[in-house]
């Protein structure tokens, strides 16, 4: 039996590894991180996605974790509705299947981790090809050896570094973006409202089905290189931005600022 070895225990990793181990592969899924990683903002699935989620047969699972959205919203400074598309219009933002990244991720695991084996906080620190397999260093210093090593990890993971080298490049698109959660308040309903701030930035917020809102703020900037910046320093850089900008940004400082919530910038 083929040895796969998947980097990546997120969306992408599981569900690679359950049609290669329907297939008859023997599948191995590494995660660098020490646990499953359920934070992460709403995904919408529709289309290819649904009709994947039907052939597995966990549908139904993903529409029991709906997170309830009813449509998007438009809105000014003042909070006022500028246009509305419900989720049942032909050009909806949400979609039939709206899930937490979370819920999927931990659907996902819950359905493959019978036929497929799992290693948290696990990395692949030295690849090495041979023509017909490829030996591999873990970060404890274990070494096997696979038929086929598969990065369905970030953009920026090790894996990926290991496989393509300097040749691994990254076009900026000219914004920077974030994801966090908060926490909801008499404003908050079951729409999600989008807000289009001074100075090239956006601020969406959705309802979740967890009684928290979950915040994107994306903003226009000319700084291209990546910075690896620590927690207090990405809610330094988020509170320069939504200061003084209208709507909900001055409460969306204010959880920043209250450290309560943990936070996605890039």
């Known amino acids: 039996m083929k040895r796969i070895l998947i980097s990546g225990a997120g969306i992408a990793g599981p569900v690679l590894g359950y049609w290669l181990n329907k297939a008859g592969f023997q599948v191995t899924i590494i995660e660098i991180e020490k646990d499953l990683r359920t934070g992460g903002q709403n995904i919408d699935i529709t289309d290819a996605g649904r009709d994947v989620l039907k052939l597995m047969g966990i549908e139904g699972a993903v529409r029991d974790n709906f997170t309830g959205e009813k449509g998007l919203r438009f809105v000014d400074h003042r909070g006022k509705v500028k246009a509305e598309f419900p989720k049942d219009s032909e050009i909806s933002f949400t979609r039939d299947l709206e899930i ?9 695991f819950d359905f493959t981790k019978d036929d497929i084996s799992y290693k948290f906080g696990c990395e692949v620190i030295r690849l090495n090809h041979e023509e017909n397999q490829v030996n591999v260093t873990f970060n404890d210093n274990s070494s096997d050896s696979y038929d086929c090593f598969i990065a369905a990890d970030g953009m920026g993971s090790s894996s990926r570094k290991l496989i393509f080298g300097n040749d691994m490049k990254m076009k900026y698109l000219g914004i920077w973006t974030s994801y966090f959660t908060v926490e909801r308040t008499d404003y908050d309903d079951d ?18 089905n967890k009684a928290s809102m979950r915040a994107s703020v994306n903003y226009l900037s000319d700084n291209s290189e990546y910075q690896p910046l620590s927690v207090d320093e990405k809610r330094e850089k988020l509170v320069n931005v939504l200061s003084n900008k209208g709507w909900e940004c001055d409460r969306l400082v204010q959880s920043l600022k209250k450290k309560m919530t943990s936070i996605w910038v890039r």
């Not at 937490?100 to 996902?108: F, N, Y």
């Not at 729409?191 to 979740?208: E, H, I, Q, S, T």
């Open 100 to 108: 937490l990244r979370g819920d999927l991720v931990k659907i996902l």
């Open 191 to 208: 729409w999600a409202k989008w807000y289009n701030a001074p100075d090239g930035v956006v601020v969406l917020l959705r309802p979740d």
